[in-house]
């Protein structure tokens, strides 16, 4: 296969049935919310140590009798004061007891982490691969990350430790030729000796990152171990040169690309919606170059046909059908949008209820946030940064629930807390209400299929699900996860264009 056919079998892979391989990659973005349980678990359970032995409230009554702080830039003197006035306040809340629970939250979040991160990773390749060969992908996916997880978390962890040994050993010989050349009185030769070493270093460090980047697809493409696919991986660079230059460019190239882009949108505060591009985009062509540049290598993959529908006609399509599944998937389960209403409903009412104590003392202003506020940037944050809370929280729910419906009681807390501490909360309420009747519920129908993922998992676990049916549920979320987004996008044009001036006629 030329260069040109790998990337003709990554778009038409792209383009034919993107619901049976990108649901690994969102899941892959929802690692985070699967790690968020802990500390959001540690969190409470802090509060409630806090507040059951009285530290809660001598805390925020040392708290209430600090004065406003000073402008440490105008008066550093007296910021320096007050700042040494919040120690009561931390003798209150570090106890022995929240220390501890801090390093067990922390050494759970590593913990879990490293099984999540390779897991998914597998998982991915493992769908690519199977796509490329025109054969399912979700299910290959699950399948592929139970088998080669831990060759995985090997993989990463040996080329963190050759990472590791690297850095060292190249800080230690630069220090050693410094010292050699200082002794000897020769500065600029230690420079120069130093600045060679560094390069050598780059260079080696460049190499490990070029072997391991095609390792883990050896793994799955051909079912070893860590030493053989590294052994694979470098009789195929030595064989395919090209090949693995094409595709090391490519791939820093697109990086960079997606960089600039990310930084140019920051410019006008747009900071979510490069990841999009990267979770739905970037990430699933490259794995599927390398795999599909592998693949070839090993003699085990043959070129996908390319769809018969236009871009445009297959992109209108699946808005269709996006909306369609979201339609029958409310209709389809009640139950379980009630409860999550009644879940988001409740911890906002806790969140409203836990800051009542700090109002006056701490403030939240929607006029504040407003300020600098540009429509079209405003209008695309909005969305994007509200599909992902939506994605996070459906492909969370695949461990086993508990993400999305801590997902549910996080909004609804930090939502409660922020309403309660809005100091001018008939402003906040005129602002929420014409997007908020069509954003809370979208996020509530997420909430909802996240814990229908969730339990669907479960059951494929427990052997009540077969596993080719647990692979159609997930591609179904994901075109639920269309329709979300539709309207979220109808929200966020409304939130960005329409809820932050049209109260003002009024007031």
Same mark, same amino acid.
């Given at each position: 296969?030329?260069?040109?056919?790998?990337?003709?079998?990554?778009?038409?892979?792209?383009?034919?049935?993107?619901?049976?391989?990108?649901?690994?990659?969102?899941?892959?973005?929802?690692?985070?919310?699967?790690?968020?349980?802990?500390?959001?678990?540690?969190?409470?359970?802090?509060?409630?140590?806090?507040?059951?032995?009285?530290?809660?409230?001598?805390?925020?009554?040392?708290?209430?009798?600090?004065?406003?702080?000073?402008?440490?830039?105008?008066?550093?003197?007296?910021?320096?004061?007050?700042?040494?006035?919040?120690?009561?306040?931390?003798?209150? =809340?570090? #106890?022995?007891?929240?220390? &501890? /629970?801090?390093?067990? +939250?922390?050494?759970?979040?590593? $913990? !879990?982490?490293?099984? %999540?991160?390779?897991?998914?990773?597998?998982?991915?390749?493992?769908?690519?691969?199977?796509?490329?060969?025109?054969?399912?992908?979700?299910?290959?996916?699950?399948?592929?990350?139970?088998?080669?997880?831990?060759?995985?978390?090997?993989?990463?962890?040996?080329?963190?430790?050759?990472?590791?040994?690297?850095?060292?050993?190249?800080?230690?010989?630069?220090?050693?030729?410094?010292?050699?050349?200082?002794?000897?009185?020769?500065?600029?030769?230690?420079?120069?000796?130093?600045?060679?070493?560094?390069?050598?270093?780059?260079?080696?460090?460049?190499?490990?990152?070029?072997?391991?980047?095609?390792?883990?697809?050896?793994?799955?493409?051909?079912?070893?171990?860590?030493?053989?696919?590294?052994?694979?991986?470098?009789?195929? =660079?030595? #064989?395919?040169?090209?090949? &693995? /230059?094409?595709?090391? +460019?490519?791939?820093?190239?697109? $990086? !960079?690309?997606?960089? %600039?882009?990310?930084?140019?949108?920051?410019?006008?505060?747009?900071?979510?919606?490069?990841?999009?591009?990267?979770?739905?985009?970037?990430?699933?062509?490259?794995?599927?170059?390398?795999?599909?540049?592998?693949?070839?290598?090993?003699?085990?993959?043959?070129?996908?046909?390319?769809?018969?529908?236009?871009?445009?006609?297959?992109?209108?399509?699946?808005?269709?059908?996006?909306?369609?599944?979201?339609?029958?998937?409310?209709?389809?389960?009640?139950?379980?949008?009630?409860?999550?209403?009644?879940?988001?409903?409740?911890?906002?009412?806790?969140?409203?209820?836990?800051?009542?104590?700090?109002?006056?003392?701490?403030?939240?202003?929607?006029?504040?946030?407003?300020?600098?506020?540009?429509?079209?940037?405003?209008?695309?944050?909005?969305?994007?940064?509200?599909?992902?809370?939506?994605?996070?929280?459906?492909?969370?729910?695949?461990?086993?629930?508990?993400? %999305?419906?801590?997902?549910?009681?996080?909004?609804?807390?930090?939502?409660?807390?922020?309403?309660?501490?809005?100091?001018?909360?008939?402003?906040?309420?005129?602002?929420?209400?014409?997007?908020?009747?069509?954003?809370?519920?979208?996020?509530?129908?997420?909430?909802?299929?996240?814990?229908?993922?969730?339990?669907?998992?479960?059951?494929?676990?427990?052997?009540?699900?077969?596993?080719?049916?647990?692979?159609?549920?997930?591609?179904?979320?994901?075109?639920?996860?269309?329709?979300?987004?539709?309207?979220?996008?109808?929200?966020?044009?409304?939130?960005?264009?329409?809820?932050?001036?049209?109260?003002?006629?009024?007031?």
């Amino acid at each position: 296969m030329a260069l040109s056919d790998h990337l003709a079998a990554v778009v038409a892979v792209l383009r034919r049935r993107p619901g049976d391989l990108l649901p690994l990659y969102l899941l892959g973005a929802a690692v985070p919310a699967i790690v968020r349980v802990v500390p959001f678990f540690a969190a409470v359970a802090g509060y409630l140590h806090l507040r059951t032995t009285g530290r809660l409230a001598a805390a925020r009554t040392e708290l209430a009798d600090l004065e406003a702080p000073p402008d440490p830039q105008a008066n550093p003197d007296a910021f320096e004061r007050w700042a040494e006035g919040l120690t009561p306040v931390f003798e209150q =809340v570090v #106890t022995p007891t929240m220390i &501890a /629970l801090v390093l067990v +939250a922390i050494l759970l979040v590593l $913990l !879990v982490a490293a099984v %999540a991160a390779p897991y998914v990773t597998a998982g991915q390749l493992s769908a690519s691969y199977a796509r490329l060969r025109d054969e399912r992908g979700v299910d290959a996916g699950f399948a592929g990350a139970r088998r080669h997880w831990l060759r995985f978390l090997r993989l990463y962890l040996l080329e963190l430790l050759l990472w590791g040994v690297l850095l060292v050993g190249g800080g230690v010989a630069i220090a050693i030729a410094a010292g050699v050349f200082a002794t000897a009185g020769a500065g600029a030769s230690g420079i120069l000796a130093g600045l060679l070493i560094a390069l050598l270093l780059i260079v080696a460090l460049a190499v490990v990152r070029a072997l391991f980047a095609f390792a883990p697809v050896a793994v799955v493409v051909d079912d070893v171990g860590v030493l053989a696919s590294l052994r694979r991986t470098l009789g195929f =660079v030595r #064989t395919h040169p090209g090949g &693995a /230059l094409f595709y090391y +460019a490519l791939s820093i190239g697109a $990086l !960079v690309g997606l960089s %600039a882009l990310s930084g140019a949108l920051a410019l006008v505060e747009i900071v979510v919606f490069p990841s999009l591009l990267g979770i739905f985009l970037l990430l699933p062509a490259l794995d599927l170059l390398k795999t599909s540049l592998y693949g070839t290598y090993r003699g085990r993959l043959r070129p996908p046909t390319s769809p018969d529908r236009s871009l445009r006609t297959q992109f209108v399509d699946g808005l269709r059908r996006g909306w369609a599944e979201l339609v029958a998937f409310v209709r389809s389960t009640p139950g379980t949008h009630a409860l999550v209403a009644v879940l988001g409903i409740g911890s906002f009412a806790a969140g409203w209820v836990v800051a009542e104590p700090y109002v006056g003392a701490v403030e939240t202003s929607i006029a504040a946030r407003l300020e600098g506020h540009v429509p079209p940037a405003a209008a695309l944050e909005f969305f994007g940064n509200n599909w992902l809370v939506a994605i996070t929280t459906v492909y969370g729910g695949v461990a086993f629930v508990l993400p %999305a419906i801590v997902a549910v009681l996080f909004n609804g807390l930090a939502l409660g807390i922020t309403a309660r501490l809005e100091v001018a909360p008939l402003e906040l309420l005129a602002f929420v209400v014409p997007h908020g009747i069509i954003e809370i519920p979208a996020i509530f129908v997420a909430g909802a299929l996240g814990v229908s993922v969730g339990v669907d998992g479960w059951r494929t676990l427990r052997g009540r699900m077969r596993r080719a049916t647990f692979a159609d549920r997930l591609e179904r979320a994901f075109w639920v996860l269309v329709g979300v987004g539709i309207l979220l996008a109808v929200a966020a044009v409304i939130e960005g264009f329409v809820s932050p001036y049209y109260y003002r006629l009024f007031l």
